[in-house]
Structures are given as structure tokens and as C-alpha cells.
């Protein structure tokens, strides 16, 4: 198994540029999960989605776009790129267990992304 | 929503020497308390975490104990090793939105000296 790969893992954008970065999980986990980290201040969810179909906004969602297609695959969008959106991105998934309880969560390698 | 707050930002120890770190949040409803160890280029791997429904649990020289009167937790490395250097992270899950999520402390770079 591959667990959570992540696409691209470096990339230079311009200012206003878009790009889009794929994670991808064959763990058949239902929650799939976009993170930002910068240093200092830890990671801090863009946005989620518990299943196929269904997305949600985290802590600091403004910017940033995101489909759930597919139960593997989450996709995280940038539509107009902006110099604060320079940072290194991770992407993780996990599986529901049982009584609601919160299991691990599995990240992938992560992207650095430079917006100049 | 929640806050995971932890301390200290940075940690020298001495090898061999145990090393503590410590988180509060803020959710009373918090029920899930990871740990994990982020390696510099590397992803955050889970090195122990805890349940709220105990109050103590170990693996090897790993250790995470939970007040949840106090809304704390620690993690406690014991005979710390030169690989033992990392950026160490505390999380709870709490509800928020449609479906539990963590909060992440913003970590602790603990550097093990020979």
C-alpha cells in the first residue's frame, strides 16, 4: 500500500497563477483532510470531507478550493494564487471507528508551494 | 472552537536525560489526544496518542498521561536519544462542523545533545 500520496511535492507559482495539488489514499478511509503548516504555528485545517461527495470549511478555508470526486482522491484548489498562500501543505485521511471516537490520522508527504 | 495550546516552543535536553512536554485545550468535549513527531522535510507521523477514558498510557520510552479535570496532557520521553530530535506535535479531537477534527499546539522542536 501506498497510504497518502500527495502531487506535486514542490511548486513555484506567480502571484494570481492557479494550480491545483491531488492527494490521493487507498486505505479506503472516509475522512480525507487539507492542511496548511507554517512555521511557528503548527498545522491548521483548510478544509475536509467525510466521504465521497461532501466537502467542509476548516479553520482558514478563504482561497482555497476543494472536490472529493472520488473516495480516494481529494483536491485541494488555489484560484488566484497569493504570496500568503506560500507554504507547506499536507494532506491526511483517517477512517471513522466505532462509539465516534477520532482515529489517526495518516499524512501524506506534503507540498511545498512558493507563491512569489 | 477548540484551542491546544503547548509548551515549551523549544526543549534541549542532555542525551539520556527525559524530556516533558505540555499541552492544554479548551473543549471539554475533546475526547482523543494524539502526539506526533515531525522529522525536518518529513511528514508528522503519530508516535503514541491516548483516549479520553484513560488517564495514563506508555509504549516503550514514550509516555502520555491526561488530566482531564485540569483539560491537560504531557508527553513524557524517557532515556532520550540523538534521533529523538524532532518537532513533537499535541492534538485534540473535538466536534466542530459535520464530523470530529483535530487542533493542532504549534510544537515543540526538542533537540537531544550528545
Known amino acids: 500500500n501506498a497510504g497518502v500520496t500527495q502531487t506535486p511535492k514542490f511548486r513555484v507559482l506567480k502571484t494570481g497563477q492557479s494550480m491545483t495539488l491531488l492527494c490521493a489514499q487507498d486505505?479506503?478511509?472516509?475522512?480525507m483532510y487539507w492542511y496548511r503548516q507554517d512555521p511557528g504555528m503548527g498545522l491548521r485545517l483548510i478544509h475536509y470531507?467525510?466521504?465521497?461527495?461532501?466537502?467542509a470549511k476548516g479553520e482558514v478555508p478563504d482561497g482555497y478550493n476543494v472536490s472529493r470526486l472520488k473516495k480516494q482522491n481529494f483536491l485541494l484548489g488555489l484560484e488566484s494564487a497569493a504570496p500568503s498562500q506560500t507554504s507547506v501543505y499536507f494532506c491526511?485521511?483517517?477512517?471513522?471507528?466505532?462509539?465516534?471516537?477520532?482515529?489517526?490520522?495518516?499524512f501524506g508527504p506534503g507540498t511545498r508551494l512558493t507563491v512569489l | 472552537g477548540e484551542n491546544v495550546e503547548q509548551h515549551p516552543s523549544t526543549l534541549s535536553v542532555q542525551e539520556g536525560d527525559s524530556a516533558v512536554i505540555k499541552c492544554t485545550y479548551s473543549?471539554?468535549?475533546?475526547?482523543?489526544f494524539p502526539w506526533y513527531k515531525q522529522e525536518l522535510g518529513k511528514r508528522p507521523q503519530l508516535i503514541i496518542d491516548?483516549?479520553?477514558?484513560?488517564g495514563e498510557k506508555k509504549d516503550q520510552r514514550i509516555a502520555v498521561t491526561l488530566n482531564k479535570t485540569a483539560k491537560h496532557f504531557s508527553l513524557h520521553i524517557t532515556e532520550t536519544q540523538p534521533e529523538d530530535s524532532a518537532v513533537y506535535f499535541c492534538?485534540?479531537?473535538?466536534?466542530?462542523?459535520?464530523?470530529?477534527?483535530?487542533?493542532f499546539g504549534s510544537g515543540t522542536q526538542l533537540t537531544v545533545l550528545p
Open positions: 492534538a485534540a479531537s473535538s466536534f466542530s462542523g459535520s464530523a470530529r477534527q483535530l487542533t
Open positions: 486505505m479506503n478511509h472516509e475522512y
Open positions: 470531507s467525510v466521504g465521497e461527495g461532501t466537502t
Open positions: 491516548i483516549r479520553s477514558n484513560v
Open positions: 491526511a485521511s483517517s477512517y471513522s471507528g466505532p462509539g465516534g471516537f477520532y482515529n489517526e490520522q495518516f
Open positions: 473543549d471539554s468535549a475533546s475526547n482523543y
